[in-house]
Antibody
């Protein structure tokens, strides 16, 4: 069964770029017309949808983050990635990668999450 | 678009039923039958419980059920068990290729 695992720096300086990678194991991230997404959760707070990328390459981003976010997929490495530019302390959160069927029906497979702290 | 509105907390005794609400607008919850619910235990990743308002993924007990009326969706947990104590989040398609989450409800089993 597919498992997802986030990886990347746990500490990022303000104004720099946050970069995370999600790697699939035990299966392919690109099976079943995949829809791969990122969701974050500030410490002690609720979930926030960052965006997703379809198997077709189409991306959907949260309008509030759209100007700073880029997502991409590397099927040869069974990975997909997230970049958030010009980060501030408000971007400190646990970042989850997840897989679903489409934008409508939720994410049925999640990574364990990676804490990213923005601080100088 | 603002986050969906959930009560911060809910509680019930073992064996009882509890219902958690999720209120949006006619542009999200009320406009589409694409509401999902997630369960999150402390320190763990969310788990999909309900999608398309009332459908359960394989393996989710039928003690969990979802419904919707107007701009408010609801998750009902029947026959409460100790392991149901967790955070619960609703999510809705918000139109224009956007997804909204609720603020979350912490369920306590008394």
């Amino acid at each position: 069964q597919l498992q997802l695992q986030e990886s990347g720096p746990g500490l990022v300086k303000p104004s720099e770029t946050l970069s995370l990678t999600c790697t699939g194991s035990g299966g392919s991230i690109s099976s079943d017309y995949y829809y791969l997404g990122w969701i974050r959760q500030p410490p002690g707070k609720g979930l926030e949808w960052i965006g997703s990328i379809y198997y077709s390459g189409t991306t959907h981003y949260n309008p509030s983050l759209k100007s700073r976010v880029t997502m991409s997929v590397d099927t040869s490495k069974n990975q997909f990635s997230l970049k958030v530019r010009s980060v501030t302390a408000a971007d400190t959160a646990v970042y989850y990668c997840a897989k679903g069927k489409d934008i409508l029906t939720g994410y049925y497979q999640w990574g364990q999450g990676a804490l990213v702290t923005v601080s100088s | 678009q603002s986050a969906l509105t959930q009560p911060p907390s809910a509680s019930g005794s073992p064996g009882q039923s509890v219902t958690i609400s999720c209120t949006g607008t006619s542009s999200d919850v009320g406009g589409y039958n694409y509401v999902s619910w997630y369960q999150q235990h402390p320190g763990k990743a969310p788990k999909l419980l309900i999608y398309e308002v009332s459908k359960r993924p394989s393996g989710v007990p039928d003690r969990f059920s979802g419904s919707k009326s107007g701009n408010t969706a609801s998750l009902t947990v029947s026959g409460l068990q100790a392991e149901d104590e967790a955070g619960y989040y609703c999510s809705s398609y918000g139109g224009s290729n956007n997804v909204l989450f609720g603020g979350g409800t912490m369920l306590t089993v008394l």
